[in-house]
């Protein structure tokens, strides 16, 4: 499990010291070509020589002066390179070149095929992501969704809506397919979504699957894994993942488990009973053998922040226990979902046309109302932090940026009241930012050695149609907001520590091999930053903006930003 591990020495420097000597012999350098004893005249060794930068390994150990050799897709020198070997040559003397970075925990499977270049996500530096959190998958989709929203099982953060023509696909295979097909700026990895396998054998029921529905879905997942999922993600807030039990998880993740998969889980509870829920988590890890990830680990609402360092002590205890179980999370104090959230599992059971049915019930709609102004006191602990972020009517666009106490106030009604009628306006689909954590167990999560980075956003851009949504920062700046105000304002963590957590960290915990390190042989995806500038520039406010710092990063070798600058290229992979 990912330990720390000395950086790789740089290999290939006798190699490139006697290229060099010969060149130098030949006078031919500056000609950026060598003329061999053969008579033959070679081409430049490398299709991209990065120069001059300080090489952080992605391990954690201390950044070294190196230059780069790059060959296709791949890093194929690292030491000592002539520039004249280089077809192209990066000058990035007094910069830092990295591993690219890997989100573990990425909403993009609504919007990559809708936002392809994935500019928030490659703008920050992120070069691969893995999506399907939060128990909801983009694939498989039933035999009659085709063209639904993958989104309904688990409501994203972020969502500002799906492409209204998006190709047609049903396993994940065939969904890797469109992508390729498309073409997309970053690298891509699929989790399946336990609530989406449950919904396609059992709607949004609250019972137990049958015994015939449970193989179904092992059968998804079987077949997913077999298709090159890398693991199955529970949303268990969410419908219908709240109405699973335990012991049909645990069938799944040991399927996982036999396939060396990952089980990625946003837990039963993140506040009141938080600990109960990380415990649940753990007993999964514990009873299947999978690698288990706790997804955005946090304690939300004031009542519960005590409840924090005991949740980071539990999963240390696991893992003496041998459980291999690790947590992510993202530099913000803010969460963001969907506003059914605070609903009860009883009134949900049946799904959102269920729900609405007994809100139009006097009786229950009291009963509803008692409870989820209990579970607001809870979490986030008050109506005015929780802001409205993006809504699907243009009759309701101007609640977007305002708190539930200012909508209510200015309709003349109780706050509560205020987040009834919004669900039942927009059917069901209100996203909200939830100001509901503490500064310092932000901090204490994201120093925490067993704690990754993932940013739980999701790939957008900035034209016109994103901006009518106000979106949680963390899509666009999550990673430099780590490097600058955590790294260098903060200093929780040195920069080596900081971009392990963003690199060889989730690679590991994923089971990608080829990337999440500076090595050879390693794929070229790489973020050349600047330590002293790097940051975020995405606020609450105005959240659909670049950082700063971020030069250049390379997808597979091609350049997909350049001089802070999207080149539009879209060399990204299913991974
Ligand atoms: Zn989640």
């Known amino acids: 499990m990912p330990e720390p591990v000395s950086p790789r020495p740089p290999l290939p420097r006798r190699e490139a010291l006697a290229r060099r000597e010969f060149l130098a012999r030949t006078g031919t350098a500056a000609l950026g070509m060598a003329f061999l004893p053969s008579g033959i005249w070679a081409r430049p060794s490398f299709d991209l020589v990065i120069r001059g930068g300080m090489v952080m390994g992605g391990t954690g150990g201390p950044p070294f002066r190196a230059d780069l050799g790059i060959v296709g897709d791949t890093i194929a020198a690292l030491g000592d390179i002539d520039p004249a070997q280089g077809s192209r040559v990066l000058d990035v003397a007094g910069l830092m070149v990295s591993p690219g970075f890997i989100d573990i925990h990425s909403h993009s499977?609504?919007?990559?095929?809708?936002?392809?270049?994935?500019?928030?996500?490659?703008?920050?530096?992120?070069?691969?992501?893995?999506?399907?959190?939060?128990?909801?998958?983009?694939a498989?989709?039933?035999?009659?969704?085709?063209?639904?929203?993958?989104?309904i099982a688990a409501p994203p953060a972020d969502a500002i809506g799906v492409s209204e023509t998006r190709p047609v696909w049903s396993d994940v295979a065939s969904y890797f397919r469109v992508l390729e097909?498309?073409?997309?700026?970053?690298?891509?990895?699929?989790?399946?979504?336990?609530?989406?396998?449950?919904?396609i054998v059992a709607g949004s029921q609250d019972?137990?699957?049958t015994p015939g529905e449970m193989a179904a879905v092992l059968r998804m997942v079987e077949e997913g894994m077999d298709q090159g999922a890398v693991g199955i993600s529970t949303g268990l807030e969410y419908v219908p993942g709240r109405f699973t039990p335990t012991e049909e998880i645990v069938a799944m993740a040991r399927a996982v488990a036999r396939r060396g998969g990952l089980y990625a889980t946003h837990i039963r509870n993140e506040e009141s009973m938080l600990l109960e829920a990380v415990d649940e988590a753990i007993r999964i890890g514990r009873e299947t053998g999978a690698r288990v990830q706790i997804a955005h680990l946090k304690a939300a609402g004031m009542p519960n922040w005590g409840k924090q360092v005991a949740a980071l002590d539990?999963?240390?205890?696991?893992?003496?226990?041998?459980?291999?179980?690790?947590?992510?999370?993202?530099?913000?104090?803010?969460?963001?979902?969907?506003?059914?959230?605070?609903?009860?599992?009883?009134?949900?059971?049946?799904?959102?046309?269920?729900?609405?049915?007994?809100?139009d019930d006097p009786g229950q709609r009291a009963r509803i109302r008692a409870e989820l102004l209990q579970r607001v006191l809870l979490d986030p602990g008050a109506f005015h932090l929780i802001v409205i972020s993006s809504v699907r009517t243009d009759e309701n666009r101007p609640v977007v940026g305002l708190n539930l106490e200012e909508i209510a106030e200015v309709r003349g009604e109780e706050p509560v009241d205020a987040l009834l009628r919004l669900l039942m306006e927009e059917g069901g689909s209100v996203s909200f930012i939830g100001h509901g954590m503490s500064p310092e167990n932000v901090e204490v999560v994201l120093a925490h050695p067993l704690v990754m980075i993932g940013s739980d956003g999701s790939s957008m851009a900035p034209p016109t149609e994103a901006a009518r949504s106000r979106p949680h920062p963390r899509s666009y700046g999550t990673f430099p907001r780590v490097l600058g105000h955590y790294t260098r304002e903060r200093q929780l963590f040195d920069l080596p520590t900081a971009v392990r957590k963003m690199t060889s960290m989730p690679a590991d915990q994923v089971g990608i091999r080829d990337r999440g390190r500076v090595a050879r042989g390693m794929k070229a995806?790489?973020?050349?930053?600047?330590?002293?500038?790097?940051?975020?520039?995405?606020?609450?406010?105005?959240?659909?903006?670049f950082p700063i710092g971020i030069l250049h990063v390379l997808v597979n070798g091609a350049p997909?930003?350049?001089?802070?600058?999207?080149?539009?290229?879209?060399?990204?992979?299913?991974?």
């Open 207 to 209: 019972r137990p699957l």
């Open 140 to 151: 498989p989709r039933g035999p009659e969704e085709t063209g639904a929203d993958p989104e």
């Open 314 to 359: 539990l999963i240390v205890g696991a893992r003496t226990a041998g459980v291999d179980v690790l947590a992510d999370a993202y530099p913000y104090t803010a969460y963001s979902t969907g506003l059914t959230i605070f609903m009860p599992a009883w009134a949900m059971a049946g799904g959102w046309e269920a729900l609405a049915r007994r809100l």
């Open 109 to 138: 499977d609504g919007s990559i095929l809708r936002y392809p270049t994935a500019d928030s996500r490659v703008m920050q530096g992120v070069t691969t992501e893995i999506t399907g959190n939060c128990g909801g998958s983009a």
């Open 181 to 199: 097909e498309e073409g997309i700026s970053v690298n891509h990895a699929l989790l399946l979504g336990q609530g989406t396998l449950r919904e």
């Open 560 to 575: 997909v930003v350049e001089g802070g600058i999207h080149t539009g290229r879209r060399p990204g992979r299913v991974v």
């Open 525 to 545: 995806d790489l973020v050349v930053f600047d330590a002293a500038t790097v940051r975020d520039e995405a606020t609450f406010d105005d959240p659909h903006r």
